[in-house]
């Protein structure tokens, strides 16, 4: 089957704009998480959704961050009045439960300029 | 708060050789640990999981160890290949069981 699929592959935006990028998990996958890789760095978490339950938003940088599923299926996160430390490349992840090996999307590379 | 080390952000070795990764937490011992493996422009990829009353798993040319003594995992690879040349990531699960913890993770280049 489909494995994750993000889109746009590739953003670059200016300064102030707002962004938002999408995240296509695997069907049946209950669990989807974003996080966030900058450059030559590790994997940061920004955020979790299990089901229905409230998201664990603890590992969002700033307000300017925010992020919405609709039950188990697409996710949006979105970026306000983006700044040049923003740019990065930001990561889907889900995984059929909570804790479970996850599977990754190819990332949407984000550059602000 | 758990941290994650990965030994070093790069190994260089000579193929047919085995190279060993090693991933170190500082805190609490996670239910279970897992190796990624990323290449340059995609999404990590999930290679082994071991779990904390296991001390070895392998896959093929893969070999894991997990020790929670010395709050350690080994990651092998052996007769390594220059196709093994990638980023290999070590996670572990943070204590509220719902989100992976990722090390920067060890570039590995396999030279022929």
């Known amino acids: 089957g489909a494995g994750v699929s993000q889109s746009p592959s590739n953003k670059v935006t200016e300064k102030g704009k707002d962004v938002e990028l999408r995240c296509d998990p695997i069907s049946g996958h209950t669990a989807l998480y974003w996080y966030r890789q900058r450059l030559g760095q590790g994997l940061e978490f920004l955020i979790y959704?299990?089901?229905?339950?409230?998201?664990?938003k603890s590992g969002l940088p700033s307000d300017r961050f925010s992020a919405e599923r609709t039950g188990e299926s697409v996710s949006t996160l979105t970026i306000q009045r983006t700044q040049q430390e923003d740019s990065a490349v930001y990561l889907c992840a889900s995984s059929p439960y909570t804790g479970e090996t996850q599977y990754f999307g190819p990332g949407t590379r984000l550059l602000v300029l | 708060s758990q941290k994650i080390e990965q030994n070093s952000e790069a190994l260089n070795i000579q193929e047919g050789k085995t190279a060993t990764l090693t991933c170190n937490y500082t805190n609490y011992s996670p239910a279970y640990l897992q190796w990624y493996r990323q290449d340059p422009g995609r999404g990590p990829v999930f290679l082994l999981l071991i779990r904390e009353n296991e001390k070895e798993k392998r896959k093929e040319r893969l070999k894991v160890t997990f020790d929670t003594t010395l709050k350690q995992s080994l990651f092998h690879i052996t007769a390594s290949q220059p196709a093994d040349s990638a980023t290999y990531l070590c996670?572990?699960?943070?204590?509220?069981?719902?989100?992976?913890?990722f090390g920067k993770g060890t570039t590995l280049s396999v030279s022929s």
């Open positions: 996670a572990l699960l943070d204590q509220a069981g719902t989100a992976l913890i």
């Open positions: 959704f299990q089901g229905n339950s409230a998201p664990d």
